[in-house]
């Protein structure tokens, strides 16, 4: 059974106030993609493997195919690609000078991991990097 749910967020810096979601099973990718138009997060695998839909939740890395908006509570920040740079367009990575295609599925994850404030996970053991 659908459990209704509303929500404030920041999303990337900018606070949405009531957010509301049919079922608060829904992942925070499709809110974010869907009600948001944020595509820096993409669905990949939808099983926390693939790391293309990873974000920072309050600065800990999290897979949003996997994070249901029932997991949030009010206040919470979340952190997308585009709130991390600003643009998708491929970057320099930190290591060894390459560049991450943030235009691939595996991209973003790549960045918001490596860039995540404290390296914490959100959702544990399902940060590993593709
Ligand atoms: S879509 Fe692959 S980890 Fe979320």
Do not use: W
Request: glycine share 12%; net charge positive.
């Amino acid at each position: 059974m659908a459990t209704p749910l509303t929500v404030s967020l920041s999303i990337n810096g900018e606070t949405a106030e009531a957010i509301s979601v049919a079922d608060g099973t829904e992942p925070l990718l499709y809110v974010l993609r869907n009600r948001f138009g944020l595509h820096g997060p993409k669905f990949g695998c939808g099983v926390a493997q693939c790391g293309s839909c990873t974000v920072h939740v309050n600065g800990a890395i999290a897979r949003s195919c996997i994070t249901r908006m029932i997991q949030l509570k009010n206040g919470d920040e979340i952190t997308t690609l585009e709130g991390l740079i600003g643009t998708n367009e491929a970057v320099p990575g930190p290591r060894n000078g390459k560049s991450i295609d943030l235009a691939s599925r595996k991209g973003p994850g790549a960045v918001l991991v490596r860039r995540s404030s404290n390296n914490k996970q959100l959702n544990a053991g399902t940060a590993r990097m593709p």
